[in-house]
C-alpha cells in the first residue's frame, strides 16, 4: 500500500506536521511532497491532505488541488492559528473533509495550532487582515510555538491508526466506512 503525505504551508507548521506524520506512518511506499512545488501524480492508495487553514477554508492553491483528487483513501489534516478545540478549528478541517468526501473514501482528520504568519495578520494578498486585538495578540503569541511535539505525534498516531484500519477491512474484504 502507497501513502502519499501532500501539504502546503506559510508558515512551517504544517509541513512540521506532515513531516510527522510521514516520519511517524510505516507502508510499504511512501512519499512527501510540498505542493508549492507543482502538483505531484497522485498515484498512492491512500493520499494524506495537509493545509493552513484560513478564514476557515484551506488556502487557495491547496482547495483547488483537493477538487482533483478522485477515488482515493484521504485524509485531512490542518493547521491554524486558533485554538484547535475550538469550532473555528472543526470548521476549517471539516471543510477539507466536505471537499473530498463526495469522490474519495475519508479515513480521518487531524487539526491543531499553528503560527499567524505575519502576511496573513497583515492582509498581504490573503484576504481580510486579521485586525489585531489584544487578545488576538496573546493568543497569536501562544500559537506562534506550535505545533508542539505532542500534537505532531498525535497527527502521526490518528493516520497510523486510521491507515491500520483502514488497510484490514480491506484485507478482510470488509466494507470500509468513515470514521468522520
Sequence with gaps: MKVQVIYTSITGCTKRVAEA????????EKSI?????????????IILIGYWGIVGHPCEEMEA??????GKAVGVFCTLGYYADSHHAWDTVAYGVNLLQEHNEVIGSYVCNGA????LKEGQGLG?????????????????????DAECALAAER????????????????????VL
Excluded at 21 to 28: A, D, K, L, P, S
Excluded at 65 to 70: E, Y
Excluded at 128 to 148: F, L
Aim: proline share 7%; glycine share 4%; hydrophobic share 35%.
Design 33 to 45: 511532497h510540498d505542493l508549492r512545488d507543482g502538483a505531484p501524480v497522485l498515484d498512492g492508495d
Design 159 to 178: 493516520f497510523r491508526e486510521r491507515i491500520a484500519f483502514y488497510r484490514r477491512c480491506k484485507e478482510l474484504q470488509i466494507p470500509f466506512q468513515s
Design 116 to 119: 499567524v504568519s505575519h502576511a
Design 128 to 148: 481580510k487582515p486579521h485586525t489585531p486585538t489584544e487578545q488576538k495578540e496573546i493568543r497569536w503569541e501562544m500559537v506562534a510555538n506550535h505545533p508542539t
Design 65 to 70: 488541488f483537493m477538487k482533483t483528487i478522485r
Design 21 to 28: 506524520i510521514f516520519n511517524g506512518i510505516t507502508c510499504e
